[in-house]
């Protein structure tokens, strides 16, 4: 189970890392996810919009470290649903309501959110319960672990990351040029 756990450590924290680089590149891809931000928050009477968009960014470092470093992972997991979770019901409300909102959460995009970028925040979210169950649940002086297998789970979970990351790009591809 170790290797499933660095797995999902390189696959959330790698997607985590690229998503608040993309937001924090510039000013303009900031203001971008702002305005997307405020489209896709759900209006909370306690905390104000303009709370959201840094909020998000620091929740996503934050995960980020907690997932680098070993015994920390476990929060990092918890920080990181908490983040998804939010995430994926903020776009399920705006592809319920059939708005039309572009994310920008890994940087500049022109594709709407749709019911694909649910699927990939619910495969996040799995792995970031995945994650922080197996954090909790394996012991804290754990077997050493073999580089083969090291290396496989590394694979796995970088191109897991690759392909969240360039799935709009995907998508794109496959769309009808009608």
């Known amino acids: 189970m170790e290797y499933v756990l660095v797995c999902c450590r390189l696959l959330v924290g790698v997607v ?35 709370l959201v968009p840094p909020a998000v960014v620091a929740g996503e470092l934050t995960a980020a470290v907690l997932l680098a470093v070993p015994v920390t992972v476990g929060a990092g997991f918890v920080i990181a649903a908490v983040l998804l979770a939010a995430f994926t019901g903020a776009i399920a409300a705006a592809v319920r309501s059939r708005r039309r909102v572009i994310c920008n959460c890994f940087g500049p995009s022109s594709t709407p959110v749709g019911r694909g970028r649910l699927v990939h925040n619910g495969a996040l979210l799995v792995a970031s319960l995945t994650g922080a169950v197996l954090s909790f ?33 995907m998508t794109e591809l496959f769309r009808p040029l009608v």
């Open 137 to 169: 649940g394996t012991a804290s002086a754990s077997l050493a672990l073999e580089p083969a297998g090291v290396a496989a789970a590394a694979v796995t979970g970088l191109a897991g990351a690759a392909l969240v990351l360039l799935a709009d790009d």
């Open 16 to 50: 985590f890392v690229v998503s608040a680089a993309g937001k924090l590149r510039s000013r303009g891809a900031y203001a971008s996810f702002r305005a997307a931000a405020g489209e896709l928050a759900p209006r909370l009477p306690l905390v104000p919009g303009a």
